[in-house]
């Protein structure tokens, strides 16, 4: 049988999903058959991962029910706390704490429920332990996102921060097969259970050509620091052959469509602070970039991507760079355990074939 060798599997087809669909030529972006700017400013992160997990929304019973079960199993086994305080003393990266820490929810249980609901406590646990605050215990009055935020910093938070993260969390919840979905399927694809695929897809996320670029994205615009000087700094960065964070889409060859369901998440939340200097800096970066890439790169069709409006959002949530990425993992989760389930129902191993191009015909000598 002849091989066909595709670097980075482009255009290799190697799962039917009914979860999400990601059309880069169109800039759209479908989650469980609703557009992205539809569902994510107005479903609970609840009713989101319900419709991934189950194919619909839920009835108002069906969300009562799950909401109670996941706050159910927020609480973090003592064993999970004493390991996020070693990491805290270790000084240890919050994306390794997150992976160490997520392997230890089989402990209790490997249940879907289990793991997405233990995530939020787990990332808010270790940025309080490496802060040398307290953990605040999870409350179960409170939703997935509003619990998150409460345990981050302590204080019931407003409806407005609410809906920006849960808008945040449903925008970034399923993006077809991304190398950390892909990871997830492939474990899911041995008989291997769901807290080893969501560890497993932990670790290609934390690589930064995954899940690293919101950080620099905002750096670049808190460089920048003022609308003045965002011509010069871009010229400069762009004739230097720098990649402007936050623009471009390896997929997207149009507007990346979440940027826009984050950038209105973003100005809401900026609207209702007293300082919204930041986001109307951000926005006056954005617009010089893209006229900019234009000039500089004509038909490239950089546009642009999540990552710019996650940073800004995420910033005006109060999070610090580097619980960007832990806090998509906490979206993701229930992106990733959906396909294990839609890769269990229809099972097959995932097993592609390797070109070999090394040394051939060589022979042992005795005495080498």
């Given at each position: 049988?002849?091989l066909?060798?595709?670097s980075?599997?482009?255009g290799v087809?190697?799962?039917t999903t009914?979860l999400?669909l990601v059309d880069?030529e169109?800039?759209e972006?479908?989650?469980?058959?609703?557009?992205?700017?539809e569902l994510?400013e107005?479903?609970?992160?609840?009713?989101?991962?319900w419709l991934?997990w189950?194919?619909d929304?839920p009835?108002?019973?069906?969300?009562?029910?799950?909401?109670?079960?996941?706050?159910?199993c927020?609480?973090?086994?003592e064993?999970?706390?004493a390991?996020?305080?070693?990491?805290a003393?270790h000084s240890?990266?919050p994306?390794?704490a997150?992976?160490?820490?997520?392997?230890?929810?089989?402990l209790?249980s490997d249940?879907?429920?289990?793991?997405?609901?233990t995530?939020?406590?787990?990332?808010?646990?270790?940025?309080r332990?490496r802060?040398?605050?307290e953990?605040?215990?999870?409350?179960?009055?409170?939703g997935?996102?509003?619990?998150f935020?409460?345990?981050?910093?302590?204080?019931?938070?407003d409806?407005?921060r609410?809906?920006?993260?849960?808008?945040?969390l449903?925008t970034?919840i399923d993006?077809?097969?991304?190398?950390?979905?892909f990871?997830?399927r492939v474990i899911?694809?041995?008989?291997?259970?769901?807290?080893?695929a969501v560890?497993g897809?932990?670790g290609a996320?934390?690589?930064?050509?995954?899940?690293?670029?919101?950080?620099p994205?905002l750096?670049m615009v808190?460089?920048?620091?003022?609308?003045?000087?965002a011509?010069?700094?871009?010229?400069?960065?762009?004739e230097?052959?720098?990649?402007?964070?936050?623009?471009?889409?390896?997929?997207?060859?149009v507007?990346?469509p979440r940027?826009?369901?984050?950038?209105?998440a973003?100005?809401r939340?900026f609207t209702?602070?007293v300082d919204r200097?930041?986001?109307d800096?951000?926005?006056?970066?954005?617009?010089?970039?893209?006229?900019?890439l234009?000039?500089?790169?004509?038909?490239?069709?950089?546009q642009?991507?999540v990552?710019?409006?996650t940073?800004?959002?995420?910033?005006?949530?109060g999070?610090g760079?580097?619980l960007f990425?832990p806090t998509?993992?906490?979206?993701r989760?229930?992106?990733?355990?959906?396909h294990?389930?839609?890769q269990r129902?229809v099972?097959r191993?995932i097993r592609p074939?390797?070109?070999?191009?090394?040394?051939?015909?060589?022979r042992?000598?005795?005495?080498?």
């Amino acid at each position: 049988m002849a091989l066909t060798t595709t670097s980075g599997l482009d255009g290799v087809v190697a799962a039917t999903t009914a979860l999400s669909l990601v059309d880069g030529e169109r800039g759209e972006l479908v989650i469980g058959g609703f557009p992205v700017e539809e569902l994510a400013e107005h479903a609970t992160f609840e009713e989101t991962t319900w419709l991934l997990w189950h194919g619909d929304l839920p009835s108002t019973a069906q969300l009562d029910q799950f909401r109670d079960e996941l706050a159910s199993c927020r609480e973090l086994p003592e064993s999970t706390l004493a390991l996020l305080r070693d990491c805290a003393r270790h000084s240890v990266d919050p994306m390794d704490a997150l992976r160490m820490a997520a392997g230890t929810v089989s402990l209790t249980s490997d249940e879907a429920t289990s793991i997405v609901a233990t995530m939020p406590g787990i990332v808010a646990a270790y940025d309080r332990l490496r802060r040398g605050l307290e953990v605040v215990s999870p409350s179960p009055d409170l939703g997935h996102a509003a619990n998150f935020l409460y345990m981050m910093s302590g204080q019931t938070p407003d409806a407005a921060r609410v809906r920006a993260l849960e808008t945040y969390l449903n925008t970034v919840i399923d993006h077809g097969l991304n190398a950390s979905t892909f990871t997830a399927r492939v474990i899911t694809s041995t008989g291997s259970d769901l807290v080893s695929a969501v560890v497993g897809a932990l670790g290609a996320l934390k690589g930064p050509l995954h899940g690293g670029a919101p950080g620099p994205a905002l750096e670049m615009v808190f460089e920048i620091g003022s609308a003045s000087r965002a011509e010069a700094v871009l010229r400069t960065r762009i004739e230097a052959g720098e990649r402007l964070m936050g623009f471009g889409h390896r997929i997207y060859k149009v507007r990346d469509p979440r940027a826009d369901v984050l950038a209105r998440a973003a100005e809401r939340l900026f609207t209702g602070a007293v300082d919204r200097s930041l986001y109307d800096l951000a926005r006056s970066v954005e617009a010089v970039a893209l006229k900019l890439l234009e000039e500089y790169k004509p038909g490239r069709r950089l546009q642009t991507n999540v990552e710019f409006y996650t940073a800004l959002l995420l910033h005006g949530l109060g999070f610090g760079v580097e619980l960007f990425t832990p806090t998509f993992a906490i979206g993701r989760a229930s992106g990733w355990i959906a396909h294990a389930f839609e890769q269990r129902r229809v099972n097959r191993i995932i097993r592609p074939q390797s070109e070999y191009v090394g040394p051939r015909g060589r022979r042992w000598a005795a005495a080498h």
